[in-house]
């Protein structure tokens, strides 16, 4: 199995590329033309780097270096600066998701690809309403105004919702949605849910990013994972914090 992995320089992408790995996967990994590989990115030959600017590329780019891969995984975030929470692209998350199941959709293959976006726990899953309170919903409409990012998390898990839905035949999809992250050099016990079991804003929990890595990695891997998650939103707390 080839996977594409985008946003895979980040703090979470790069362990998703070694978990990957450490499965016996080939990756695909895009990365941005000036920034150099972060200490640490996993070496091995059954990785193939692709410098690009992901929202750069042309359609029959990005379509070639989708094709043949039966999981793309998107790591993609902003950065937490003045410019990267405020400067262009605001849309990044939502744009390059829609581009990249645009390429699967025009690739046609005979079975469809796993999409996995990694989200954030304070997104709501709108699909099942999920309870929230009113001092908690005022706030994340704040949020969503103040902070384009948010907003982006938001527009790119709907996208996945609404447009392409949970009958495509070409595309299946989850969202990963951690709460607060954290580094860890080791995969602990972790958890997973439907929905939020605490608030992400005023009793947030905490999720390591390699934790984060291996559940992602579980579910492009795994069919009874993908199964069991496919079409839903799932919220990861390290084990001790839900």
């Given at each position: 199995m080839t996977v594409l992995v985008v946003g895979a320089s980040g703090e979470t992408g790069k362990l998703l590329v070694g978990e990957l790995l450490d499965r016996g996967l080939?990756?695909?990994?895009?990365?941005?033309?000036?920034?150099?590989?972060?200490?640490?990115?996993?070496?091995?030959?059954?990785l193939t780097i692709i410098r690009g600017t992901l929202l750069e590329l042309s359609d029959a780019e990005m379509r070639q270096h989708v094709k043949g891969c039966r999981a793309v995984a998107s790591c993609l975030g902003h950065n937490l600066s003045f410019k990267g929470i405020y400067g262009k692209p605001r849309r990044l998350?939502?744009?390059?998701?829609?581009?990249?199941?645009?390429?699967?959709?025009?690739?046609?293959?005979?079975?469809?690809?796993?999409?996995?976006?990694?989200?954030?726990a304070g997104n709501s899953n709108r699909d099942l309403q999920e309870p929230l309170s009113f001092g908690h919903r005022c706030m994340i409409g704040?949020?969503?105004?103040?902070?384009?990012?948010?907003?982006?998390?938001?527009?790119?898990?709907?996208?996945?919702?609404?447009?392409?839905?949970?009958?495509d035949r070409q595309v299946e999809w989850v969202v990963v949605r951690p709460d607060s992250l954290i580094d860890s050099d080791r995969v602990t016990e972790h958890e997973q849910y439907p929905s939020p079991t605490r608030s992400a804003l005023f009793n947030a929990g905490k999720t390591s990013r390699i934790n984060v890595a291996h559940f992602m990695?579980?579910?492009i891997s795994s069919d009874e994972s993908w199964k069991r998650w496919k079409g839903q939103m799932p919220v990861i707390y390290n084990k001790g914090f839900s």
């Open positions: 080939s990756v695909k990994a895009i990365v941005r033309p000036e920034r150099s590989l972060p200490d640490g990115f996993p070496t091995s030959e059954s998350v939502v744009d390059a998701t829609r581009r990249l199941c645009q390429a699967i959709k025009a690739n046609a293959s005979d079975d469809p690809t796993r999409f996995v976006l990694m989200n954030t704040l949020v969503r105004f103040l902070l384009p990012p948010h907003a982006d998390n938001e527009q790119a898990a709907d996208f996945l919702r609404r447009e392409i839905g949970q009958l990695a579980d579910l």
